[in-house]
């Protein structure tokens, strides 16, 4: 039998190559799915089937309560991933959402399944998923190589739009024939099989790491090889820097507080298309679920597109952001002018493609920028930075969703995108770096670094001027 030369190792997919990463990624896919599907499928239960009046706001408030946990929880969120070994927090996240999805189908299959009881499951998901997401992205070193974290970021948030692929498709379809019960049986199946993919899995332990509840998670020599991610020295360093507040770790870098408040405005806006998309299907074109999973998967193709071709748009980041929210502007107003379903389905293929590329070129910035021991407490702020608009955006969107025409909020979507794009734009770059002796340099950024050097994420800890 012949073994893969390193080379030939290389050239396959990081997910093949890299068993412990690409069991965690399918675990990811998993749960995500089901969230979505949960989301997609209960936000059209809510206006085709349990609200008979109000049901931009039935659904708005669903929504809001989606994405509160991910905000209200952040801070828990950033000391539980920094304290609890990360296998067993994403394994018991996962088990805890198939429980309560599993329950909910219980519920649902034995009699009339009342509002409320959506939204507490919604609700318990959600907070799940909110230890779940950053505690997957903050892993990420600790499966794969330095060199390979672009790829990893890449397939990583290629999850989410597989998820809203999936998810779309299944979950307004589900609802349609299989009702509340059946539904919530998917999520239960999709989460329960994802634990039980996590806890096949070990983790590299960095070095002076304290272990968690599983104890230390030394990998096989398999996993361990140069290909597959080995320890690294940084771990140790990254375990004896000292542990800074969510408000030092933002304040010492400027550059990427003013990336995330513009990407939190542009937010209030583009999540509001979840909410859209149901309303414009009932109101506007009188379709039914089928309508709504074509619609909702055009945008997760779209989206599944942009994370496997960001790394290849050229461009400094904040260029590319700019021109890219530019662009997801123009495709949000198309379904505001014109009412036909290819249009639309062309129209949100081009927005999800936007939010592909920005996801995977700015994650990876992140990735880079922040040092390693602040990584924990950044992705949960990130988070919930990123996520505090969703609630605001749900309920605001689905109340005017039963005062003005679902063409209307296209059109407001659209026009709220342009102040952020422009603010993006005109964000100076990380000119200078502090190096680790403490002096200056110079760190050129042109059109055509996409990425920062790794010595940018020892600069960061003196802020990025």
Sequence with gaps: MTTATPAARRRLPLVLRNRAFGTVWLGQVLTQAGVRMFQVGTSWWLIGYAVSGDGGLAAGLFMAVSTLP????????????ARTAHRSLLRT???????????????AGVGDLPVAAAYAAALALATCQAFFDPCLTTSVPELVDDADIEAATGFELSTQSLASLGGALLGALVVDE??????????????????????????????????GADGPEEASPEEASPEEGGPEEDGADAARAPRRTLRQILGAMPYVR??????????????????????????VLRGDGGTV????????????IGSVTG?????????????LLGAMAVALAVPGLIAARPVIAGALLVAG????????????????????????????????????????????FGMLGDHLSAQTLCLIQAAGLVPAALAL???????HARTPDGSQRTQPETETETEPRPEAETAARGGAR
């Design 425 to 431: 734009a005109l964000l100076p770059g990380p000119a």
């Design 353 to 396: 493609w936007c939010v592909g590329v920005i996801g995977v070129r700015f994650v990876a910035l992140f990735q880079r920028l922040v040092p390693a021991a602040d990584k924990p407490a950044f992705f949960a702020v990130m988070q919930a930075v990123l996520g505090s608009t969703f609630p605001v955006a749900s309920l605001l």
């Design 293 to 304: 999973a074509l619609l909702e998967a055009s945008l997760g193709v779209g989206t599944l």
């Design 311 to 323: 790394a290849r748009v050229p461009g400094r980041p904040t260029t590319v952001g700019s021109a």
């Design 93 to 107: 996240a996962a088990g805890g959402a198939g429980a309560a999805a599993a329950a909910l189908a219980c519920w």
């Design 70 to 81: 991910a905000v209200a929880l952040a801070p828990l969120v950033a000391r539980a991933i």
């Design 258 to 283: 003013a990336i995330l408040l513009c990407f939190t405005a542009a937010n209030l806006f583009t999540t509001a298309v979840f909410v859209v998309i149901p309303l414009y299907t009932a109101s």
């Design 178 to 211: 299989a009702g509340m019960a059946g539904l919530a049986v998917g999520c239960a199946v999709a989460y329960t099989s994802a634990a039980l993919l996590i806890a096949t899995v070990r983790f590299r332990t960095p070095a002076g790491a304290l272990p």
